[in-house]
């Protein structure tokens, strides 16, 4: 009992040493001094702030850049209620280096882009007079046209991400086609010159009659004539088929 008394009382002067170091408590200890505590058989350090101090073997002392103050493992306690206190156990100090990421900004880029467009002829059909009914030609051929567009267009990073028209124009006006139908009806000619109407060669004329009779023309016709169509002259009086008897 009585070995355990003067050990408390050991320890209790030391730390009123350092804590009149520090300038916490009174006695002559002097800032920036470095005190050493035997408790329970290991050594251990306090040092002071502002100077740097010895440690005792087996313990490690670490200043922080605000105070300069640090603490021993194991003694915890033993520090300035004034500035902060770091605990570092030995051999694991560190320093983290800062870590900067690049933000790479996009690439933006704009440009006028023309394209041209094909205008298409347009088709439409006359007639003619002149040409044999149902016959088609192509009186005029026709061409196409263009068209110009300007568009401006925006890339991201290479990447299109807008297209806006800007202006239009016509670079080339189309011609248009032109087609022909015919629509002449040409009528029958004989070849002869004579009415089909008739065996004989009766003439195609305004009037026939039969020569020798009452008749006044204008064109006169010898019989007899066999009428196989149509007695459009009146020469078969008697209507047995046989003009001009």
Do not use: W
Request: glycine share 14%; aromatic share 2%; hydrophobic share 35%.
């Amino acid at each position: 009992g009585v070995g355990r008394g003067v050990v408390g009382a050991v320890v209790v002067g030391v730390l009123g040493a350092v804590l009149t170091g520090c300038g916490v408590g009174s006695g002559d200890g002097e800032p920036g001094a470095v005190s050493s505590v035997r408790g329970g058989g290991a050594a251990r350090s306090v040092v002071t702030p502002g100077v740097a101090g010895s440690v005792a073997p087996g313990s490690a002392a670490v200043s922080t850049p605000e105070s300069g103050v640090a603490s021993v493992p194991g003694s915890a306690g033993l520090s300035t209620a004034a500035s902060p206190v770091v605990s570092v156990p030995v051999g694991s100090v560190s320093v983290a280096a800062p870590v900067t990421t690049a933000v790479e900004e996009p690439v933006t880029t704009v440009k006028e882009v023309v394209e041209v467009r094909v205008i298409r002829f347009k088709t439409k059909m006359v007639t003619d007079s002149s040409l044999a009914n149902g016959v088609k030609r192509v009186r005029t051929v026709g061409v196409d046209g263009a068209r110009r567009l300007t568009y401006r267009v925006t890339y991201v990073d290479g990447v299109q991400t807008s297209k806006k028209l800007v202006r239009q124009e016509v670079a080339k006006e189309p011609r248009s086609q032109v087609n022909v139908v015919g629509t002449k009806v040409e009528e029958p000619e004989s070849s002869s010159g004579c009415d089909p109407n008739y065996s004989g060669c009766v003439p195609i004329a305004s009037d026939v009659d039969c020569a020798g009779g009452s008749g006044n023309g204008p064109e006169y016709v010898q019989g007899p004539i066999r009428v196989i169509g149509s007695d459009v002259y009146r020469l078969d009086a008697d209507h047995d088929g046989i003009a001009c008897e």
